[in-house]
């Protein structure tokens, strides 16, 4: 691989980094305020429930199924948050010149790109190779960021939050 090459391959991948990096933030902030339900709203409901299982008229094993109980919804909420979290955020590892460490959806529009960037490359095509990765790539990325809000109103819906 030539010098020039090696530094728009290098340029291309230092973009992506970047584009991901705004998939990450952009899950985040739209997430955010399902996870502070979860982390308050329903830990403290957990805490609340759990303290009116202390009763001495209970046998331990009671009080255990009664606290047991009481934190379903709180561990059940943030299973479904972090599940769905997982599927759009992106690890550090950020290999070159597509990142293998991208979750579910963003994962399988990203290795089209790669299949496509790679084809190209074997063909000798060096033309707008890395020009129609880093294309790809941005579709993908504003396609993923684009489904947050859709994503948010199910949660939403599923953890029974009003706005």
């Not at 955010?32 to 409901?45: E, K, R, S, Y």
């Not at 010149?97 to 089209?112: C, Q, S």
């Not at 490359?121 to 707008?128: A, E, G, P, V, Y």
Request: glycine share 2%.
């Amino acid at each position: 691989m030539d010098h020039i090459a090696a530094a728009e391959e290098r340029i291309v991948t230092e973009r992506m980094k970047q584009k991901l990096n705004q998939v990450n933030t952009a899950a985040q902030s739209h997430l955010a305020p399902l996870q502070d339900h979860v982390n308050f709203t329903l830990q403290q409901a957990y805490f609340k429930c759990a303290y009116e299982c202390f009763d001495r008229r209970r046998r331990q094993e009671e009080i255990g199924m009664c606290v047991e109980n009481c934190s379903v919804p709180a561990l059940t909420a943030q299973n479904l948050v972090q599940n769905e979290m997982s599927k759009f955020q992106v690890r550090d590892k950020v290999p070159s010149p597509i990142p293998n460490a991208v979750e579910e959806r963003l994962n399988r529009t990203l290795m089209v790109c790669q299949d496509k960037f790679e084809s190209a490359k074997l063909q000798h095509i060096k033309t707008d190779a890395a020009k129609d990765l880093e294309s790809c790539v941005n579709q993908s990325v504003e396609d993923s960021i684009k489904t947050l809000p859709h994503l948010v109103g199910r949660l939403k819906a599923s953890l029974s939050i009003n706005d």
